[in-house]
Each structure stands twice: as structure tokens, then as C-alpha cells.
């Protein structure tokens, strides 16, 4: 059983456009949901994270939008530079606290972004 | 250096063999992860350590076993590598940050490519 789905797998856009990487999640026990990005050869890295009791946090071209009702989130890329080309994994953990850290991924979205 | 280092990075064996991964970390972190990675797939927990004493079954523990030799290292061990284990792997650690608060963010290692023939 899948816990996060994600999509689309693959994601090509043109310089400065704004990719969007969809989640969605059941379990209603998450309450974290991390985003980590993996370059060609290295291992995922964390890209920025969130927690249910915000819509929408940004880091620098960074967004992540969720939307609690609905059991989704996403990623938005804002003025994507081809250095943005990555594999962006989506993530969800059951609770927050000193227990367990068990993510749940998503299957990943390679994103290319073309110059 | 890294962090996280895993060894070997590439590794070519034949059906049947045993093969072993390891790990070893700087962080100081307790708690430490293996992970698959394939196409399509994203990543799959295979086993985690919260301990030296603690190992813990992930999604797809069959087929591997682990050591945790130390608070340091922790090694991921196939007792017959069988061609559907062809993969990526990636140890992680977590732990607190320096304010001490635990995030549950994830450091990873290089990843380790094995090949099973």
C-alpha cells in the first residue's frame, strides 16, 4: 500500500518556469512532510519541510503549499534554473515528537530544467 | 570528508554470493537507516538502528540482514545476493540538531551501487 503518492514521475520545463510536484497522502496520522532532492551520484539531501498547522512555506524559490482538508501538498519551483535539475522526493512522517522517524517517500519526480 | 560514508560505492557479484555494505557516521547520530532506491520506486526502508541494541525490520527486510557494530557503523549484510537486489543503496542517519531538537531529517550517504548478476 502506498502511503504518499506523488506525481507526475518525470517533469520537464524551460528556464524560469515554475515546475509543480504534486503529494497526496491517507494516513491522517502525519504530520510532517519533508521534501528531500537528489542531484545525479549523491544522496538526498533535505530541500525544505512542513508542518499541517501552516498552508504554505517558502524558502527562497522554494514553496511548499498544503492543504490539510484535502490530504495533498506540493512543491512549486519558482524561476527554475537548470541547476534545479533533480530528483525531488516527497515525504511524510506519522508524528512528530521523540518517537519514531520512519519517513514515508513518494516514488520521486525527476525534474529537468531545459536553459 | 563526508558525514556519512558508505563503502564499497560500486560493487559487480554473482547470484549466490554474500556481500556486505557498511556504513559508518560522524554526526554522532543514534539513529541510523538503509534504504533501497530503484526506478520508479523511490526509496524503501530495509532496516533501522534507534541503538546499538535497537535494530528494527523495515518495508523489505527479506533477503538482508544488518550489524550494528557500534554507535558509528552499521552495515547491511545480503547472506545470498539474488538478481532482484540489484539497486541503489543509501545509509541515513538522524538525530538531534544542535539545539538539541529532533527533526527527523535524514543525512544521507553517497549511496552504494550494487550490481547482482
Known amino acids: 500500500q502506498q502511503q504518499v503518492k506523488q506525481s507526475p514521475q518525470s517533469l520537464i520545463v524551460q528556464k524560469g518556469g515554475i515546475p509543480i510536484i504534486n503529494c497526496a497522502y491517507e494516513?491522517?496520522?502525519?504530520?510532517?512532510f519533508p521534501w528531500y532532492q537528489q542531484f545525479p551520484g549523491k544522496g538526498p539531501a533535505l530541500l525544505i519541510a512542513i508542518r499541517p498547522d501552516v498552508s504554505e512555506k517558502k524558502e527562497g524559490r522554494f514553496t511548499i503549499s498544503f492543504n490539510k482538508s484535502a490530504k495533498q501538498f506540493s512543491l512549486h519551483i519558482m524561476d527554475s534554473q537548470p541547476g534545479d535539475s533533480a530528483t525531488y522526493f516527497c515525504?511524510?512522517?506519522?508524528?512528530?515528537?521523540?518517537?519514531?522517524?520512519?519517513?514515508?517517500f513518494g516514488k520521486g519526480t525527476k525534474l529537468s530544467v531545459i536553459p | 570528508d563526508a558525514d556519512v560514508t558508505q563503502t564499497p560505492r560500486n560493487r559487480i557479484t554473482k547470484t549466490g554470493k554474500r556481500i556486505m555494505l557498511e556504513c559508518s557516521q560522524t554526526?554522532?547520530?543514534?539513529?541510523m537507516y538503509w534504504y533501497r532506491q530503484d526506478p520508479g520506486l523511490g526509496l524503501r526502508l530495509i532496516y533501522y538502528s534507534f541503538d546499538v541494541k535497537d535494530i528494527n525490520k523495515g518495508e523489505i527486510s527479506d533477503g538482508y540482514s544488518v550489524s550494528r557494530q557500534a554507535q558509528a557503523k552499521f552495515s547491511l549484510s545480503l547472506e545470498s545476493a539474488i538478481p532482484n537486489q540489484t539497486a541503489l543503496y543509501f545509509c541515513?542517519?538522524?538525530?538531534?540538531?544542535?539545539?538539541?531538537?529532533?527533526?527527523?531529517?535524514?543525512?544521507f550517504g553517497e549511496g552504494s551501487r550494487l550490481t547482482v548478476l
Open positions: 554526526k554522532g547520530h543514534d539513529r
Open positions: 494516513n491522517t496520522a502525519f504530520d510532517y
Open positions: 541515513a542517519t538522524s538525530g538531534p540538531n544542535r539545539a538539541k531538537v529532533n527533526t527527523g531529517e535524514l543525512f
Open positions: 515525504a511524510a512522517i506519522p508524528y512528530s515528537g521523540a518517537g519514531s522517524y520512519q519517513l514515508t
